[in-house]
């Protein structure tokens, strides 16, 4: 049975190719969200972030692992824990 492409970007993500840790604090790279994201825990394919906009807003959510590269639609990394 043939994978989906859901499920293949899973498979990679899945192996955190970009070294993902609790408590590293990243930026989105898209110039339409500002601030900043602060990793919590890491599930499997996915990171659970903490993120935070300059207006103060805060929302948790879920990004898939492969998604923490320097690209207008990825994260780059501010600091270590």
């Known amino acids: 049975m043939a994978t989906t492409k859901k499920q293949d970007l899973e498979k990679v993500a899945a192996t955190n190719p ?3 840790a609790v408590g590293q604090v990243w930026r989105n790279c898209d110039p339409r969200m500002t601030g900043s994201a602060k990793v919590i ?3 499997g394919a996915y990171a659970v972030i903490n993120y935070s906009w300059r207006t103060g807003n805060k929302m948790e959510r879920k990004v898939r692992l492969d998604r923490f590269r320097k690209r207008s639609n990825g994260f780059e ?3 270590r824990p």
Do not use: A, D, I, Q
Request: aromatic share 12%; glycine share 12%.
């Open 18 to 20: 970009y070294g993902v």
């Open 77 to 79: 990394l501010l600091e």
């Open 41 to 43: 825990s890491v599930v």
